[in-house]
């Protein structure tokens, strides 16, 4: 007989391909990323030396949608041996909100860096304790809390940017390594989804 002319496919394997999900990933990242910058930008707690549209640089767009895509390839990466479950008790819903509501903190509250700091630690050790397979949210939050605010503070030395909120450690405020390990939840529960 010839070969069947439906394709058995793999149940692990999500129904598009590999360059469909990382061009929705960077468009996600581009679009959702940008937007949430907007919070900072209107808020006044960063300022782009060469703003072009509603106080963004150009190159804030594709930035933020090759950070998505690196941080999903990463969190693949490194995560696929580590999930015990078949499924989790939250809802990637649930954990892009909670990164929503983090970053709103951090520009609600841009006066007040401590308050931030503790407010945004405690919504990602929130969702800790209700993820199932702790050990992958907790290790790619932690390597994002490190990559992130190194990466942003090499690119605040150019002059690119500046953060306007104090107090700052190495350019950058007290709680972004904080809102780095909320990046880091979302995520492990997208790349969990794929």
């Known amino acids: 007989m010839g070969a069947p002319l439906v394709r058995q496919t793999d149940d692990r394997r999500p129904p598009l391909g590999r360059p469909v999900i990382l061009a ?10 940008t937007l949430l910058d907007q919070i900072h930008v209107r808020s006044h707690v960063l300022h782009y030396a060469h703003p072009r549209f509603a106080g963004e640089a150009w190159w804030v767009v ?4 090759a950070a998505a895509t690196v941080a999903l390839l990463f969190t693949l990466w490194a995560t696929k041996r580590l999930w ?41 050790a929130a969702m800790i304790a209700f993820h ?17 605010p190194i990466y942003e503070s090499a690119l605040s030395s150019t ?13 950058v405020p ?21």
């Open 24 to 33: 929705l990933v960077f468009l996600g990242g581009a679009i959702g990323g």
């Open 62 to 65: 594709p930035e933020f949608g």
């Open 84 to 124: 015990r479950v078949s499924r989790d008790a939250v809802p990637i819903v649930v954990d892009a909100s909670i990164f929503f509501v983090a970053y709103s903190a951090s520009g609600i509250f841009h006066r007040h860096s401590w308050i931030v700091l503790v407010v945004v630690l405690c919504l990602w």
């Open 132 to 148: 199932r397979d702790r050990k992958a949210f907790v290790l790619v939050s932690l390597a994002l809390m490190i990559v992130g």
């Open 159 to 171: 002059g690119a940017f500046r953060y306007d909120v104090t107090p700052l450690v190495g350019r």
């Open 174 to 194: 007290i709680w972004l390594p904080a809102l780095y390990l909320n990046a880091g939840v979302l995520a492990a529960s997208i790349a969990r989804a794929r």
